[in-house]
């Protein structure tokens, strides 16, 4: 008897009700996401501009992709992106680690500071960026410690290129460090005790023993970091979108405020399909890494 | 000799509880600064403006004000409306994602037909697919539709986020079919297995579900963004970016639309936590 795969033997028996259980759900992905999505596509070899109609829409081939080459705009927002993704994600991860290191040794009241460490997750970024702007603003708390410990005239943070992707990445690595430290705790929790004790044995210390177990057993919790986070770093818009438009110049731009400006604020619908495949790519670059890397440099 | 271990006892006891106290001054420390920009944001909303900069800033005002909530709640923008659309738009995709999600959990985790798993697989493959993508032809579909402008350009494309069919169906597996082969065997149909036995046990999961997709329907910022354009339609993040445009400089404003903004996120999130954590690990997705 084979009960353990599914509830009924036969294999074809549940044919009728797989499918109508399935059913609402399955017209839904039909609508909202695979129709998009090959639209999206075909869009992506066009030209139109929205408000030329539907007749105005016209097979390019790959011209878009080849203007993109060309298109500083672009060229800077992905440059950016990757800037911003590399900090945020790195020092997200290091901070989130030191922080889960901390609440993994004995400490009163663990679960207050992991919730104050883990809030600024669920804030959403809009009320994020509305922070900063008033944190970061001319006469805002952050100038005026700066002033206070000397520098007469600070800069205006977000309205200088030297600091305005600062500003951005500080804001990226607030809002994610506390999720970084609740995968890494529950990795470190994981970490079988005898290990450290087999290292205590040969006579290593606390060095070694974060280097030969600690690192070695996390870095499970490392890789799937790094992907998420990557992936989520590329999304990035609400912060530049509200508090630089990608300024000033043009030193904050990242890839899907470019998509949003072209495709909502000059309203070329295909160019800005093509960019959002683009970004695509990076996405299923990064997963396709995970699932081949995975077996390759993570120890279990 | 006994003295001896006692002493040593208390040697080795003592360091670690003052060790355990350095981490927690530690902790606190990190933790207060980590939730330093709230308590700032908390504080200016309760200023009025000419002391919101002050400095050396004084977290406590010297008296709370509650001019600026009224002035959120009750001035040229209606706060109180885009409490009620974000309240309509999370609840009904909210409801529908969980309704629609759990019947294709049931679908493809305890009912077996011929390419159940290359559909499943299809599923999982969309979940890569980043929202951008889909914004633009969604933006013309909706307008050639009829419903750019509509909440149902939020509630819609809201219900079917595919990472709820992953969560539940990834819970329902690890119930064991021998529940359900029971019932079968006892006359009792799928959509009543489906209702009295797989949805009670799969309880955690689904709140797991509800929370997470709650905050995250609730700050979605680039849809309302892009599909709506009457300002008695928009959602509290949208809303909340009125104030940013219009008050630019009066941030003690701004902060109090921010507060309100967050205070129900941070109420879920505080009640329902234990799931919110258990669902964002699990789905390592976030929305």
């Keep these: ?300 | 000799m006994g003295k001896l271990l006692k002493d040593k006892a208390t040697t080795t006891k003592e360091p670690v509880e003052i060790q355990k106290i350095v981490r927690t001054v530690i902790a606190l420390f990190l933790g207060l600064f980590m939730v330093s920009p709230l308590i700032w944001m908390l504080s200016a909303s309760l200023k009025p403006e000419v002391e919101v900069f002050s400095y050396p800033i004084r977290i406590i005002p010297r008296s709370i004000m509650w001019d600026n909530y009224r002035e959120v709640w009750a001035g040229i923008y209606p706060f109180g409306l885009f409490y009620f659309n974000s309240i309509k738009v999370t609840f009904i995709s909210v409801t529908g994602l969980i309704i629609t999600s759990s019947l294709a959990a049931y679908s493809f985790s305890k009912l077996r037909y011929p390419g159940r798993d290359a559909l499943f697989l299809l599923y999982l493959s969309t979940m890569m697919i980043p929202p951008q993508v889909l914004m633009v032809p969604r933006f013309i579909l909706f307008r050639n539709f009829g419903i750019l402008n509509t909440h149902y350009a939020l509630i819609l494309p809201g219900i079917f986020i595919i990472f709820g069919v992953f969560l539940l169906r990834q819970f329902f597996m690890t119930i064991p079919n021998e529940l359900s082969e029971s019932a079968l065997i006892d006359g009792a149909g799928h959509f009543t297995i489906f209702s009295r036995i797989i949805m009670p046990l799969a309880k955690p999961a689904i709140i797991s579900l509800l929370i997470v997709s709650f905050v995250w329907r609730w700050n979605d910022y680039e849809e309302p963004l892009i599909f709506l354009s009457s300002k008695d339609l928009f959602t509290i993040p949208v809303g909340m970016t009125l104030f940013v445009d219009e008050f630019e400089t009066r941030y003690s404003l701004i902060m109090a639309a921010a507060v309100s903004a967050v205070l129900p996120v941070l109420a879920v999130f505080l009640a329902g936590q234990k799931f919110f954590v258990q669902g964002v690990v699990t789905t390592g997705i976030k929305g």
């Excluded at chain 1, 992905?78 to 993994?104: D, E, H, K, P």
């Excluded at chain 1, 060095?207 to 990035?236: D, E, N, R």
Aim: net charge positive; with cysteine; proline share 4%.
């Design chain 1, 1 to 300: 008897m084979k009960i353990s795969r599914g509830v009924s033997e036969n294999k074809g028996k549940d044919l009728g009700y797989g499918l109508l259980f399935l059913l609402p759900n399955l017209l839904g992905l039909l609508a909202f996401i695979l129709i998009p999505v090959l639209f999206s596509l075909y869009l992506a070899f066009s030209e139109w501009n929205l408000l030329s109609g539907a007749a105005g829409i016209r097979w390019v081939g790959l011209r878009n992709f080849v203007e993109m080459s060309r298109d500083p705009w672009f060229a800077s927002s992905l440059w950016n992106n990757i800037v911003y993704s590399v900090f945020t994600v790195g020092i997200s991860m290091f901070l989130g680690l030191l922080a889960a290191i901390l609440l993994n040794a004995k400490v009163f009241a663990k679960g207050l500071f992991r919730t104050m460490f883990f809030v600024p997750y669920v804030v959403s970024t809009v009320a994020i960026s509305a922070i900063w702007m008033a944190l970061l603003s001319r006469f805002g708390p952050v100038s005026e410690f700066v002033r206070s410990i000397g520098i007469e005239n600070p800069p205006v943070w977000l309205m200088d290129a030297r600091f305005a992707m600062s500003a951005i990445i500080s804001l990226g690595v607030w809002n994610h460090v506390g999720y970084c430290m609740l995968i890494y705790l529950a990795a470190l929790q994981g970490v079988p005790k005898e290990l450290y004790e087999a290292v205590e044995v040969d006579g290593g210390g606390a060095l070694s023993k974060f280097v030969h177990v600690t690192i070695p057993m996390i870095s499970p919790a490392t890789f799937l970091l790094v992907v998420t986070q990557i992936i989520s770093s590329f999304k990035v818009f609400a912060p530049v979108q509200i508090l630089t438009r990608g300024g000033p110049g043009r030193s904050t731009s990242v890839l899907v405020y470019h998509i949003y400006r072209t495709a909502y604020q000059n309203y070329r619908m295909g160019y800005a399909s093509a960019m959002a495949w683009v970004l695509f790519a990076i996405i299923f670059i990064i997963t396709v890494i995970q699932w081949k890397g995975q077996k390759r440099w993570v120890n279990y």
